[in-house]
């Protein structure tokens, strides 16, 4: 019976000790990890909510830069580091969603590993083509990729890339055969799509925009849902005959499974609390992206959502990783 007692006290203890660590968090500094190169989206993003989170806080929140596989290397050292909320990822779409059907393996798993907190933001694509190209929206250019299968080029930032996919979904919706060709980044992309040795591109918002502005490439459509605050007489796909057409890269706060209930609703909470903030949706905004700011269980709803509809689409391209 005292062994008994003395179980139950000791758990009881083990109960209040958990208890009290969630509520004093955080109590030291904690580490965002980010999968990609400093200064590119999702790089931007954390550091954003880390400035913020920090502020809050008065702790420290450093954001490191761990590259590798399109993302992998980082949420791979997420999905296995200890769940006291002490260790986040600021995770891509792709690699949540796409990578598990690009790669032969992951060492991770997306749903089973990783605990949504919120998406933070999202960057549409625009559909531009070369000033030469004959066509002024989408239906013409697919009625062009129809009558010339195979001779059509899109250029992206790499396989796997929103850029990627968008066209492979196009490929898929309309029944036509665009030609990929991948860059190692969207920066090296657009002298070709100028210079006329790409018929498209499906790229970044802040690489496009000023281009288009300026008259160097005819911009076509968005490929977000809906159109986008930055170009809003800029029509949808979706609007121009390809219903539901949707391609954008999002960036989403992610810690590693398992962990506490109470750390997860307070990280969303204060990172809802910056997002909501109008400084911040300016500086977002200044580089092409939206703020989602969206709960917990939202976030899971998408990456559940999302992945079955690109391994359809990746696996009827036969895209795979390269890397």
Sequence with gaps: MK???GAAALSLLLIAGAASAQTSYPDKQVRMLVGFAPAGPADIAARVVADGLSEAWGKPVVVENVTGAAGNVATDRIAKAAPDGYTLVMAASSTIVTNISLYDKLPF?????LAPISQVCF???ILAVNNDVAAKNVQELVALARARPGELTFGSAGVGTSQH???ELLNAMAGVRLQHVPYRGIAQVMPDLLGGRLTMSFGNISAVLPLMREGKVRALAVTS???STFVPNLPTVAEQGFPGFDSTAWFGLM?????????????????ARILARADVRE????????VIGNTPAEFADVIKAET???AKIIKASGAKATE
């Design 3 to 5: 062994a008994i007692c």
């Design 109 to 113: 798993d997306p749903v089973k590993d």
């Design 123 to 125: 960057t549409p694509n």
């Design 165 to 167: 996919l968008a066209g």
């Design 225 to 227: 849902i809906k159109r």
């Design 255 to 271: 810690a590693p499974a398992g962990t506490p209930a109470p750390i997860i609703a307070k990280l969303h909470a204060e990172t």
């Design 283 to 290: 500086k977002f905004a200044n580089l092409g992206m939206e």
């Design 308 to 310: 079955p509809v690109w």
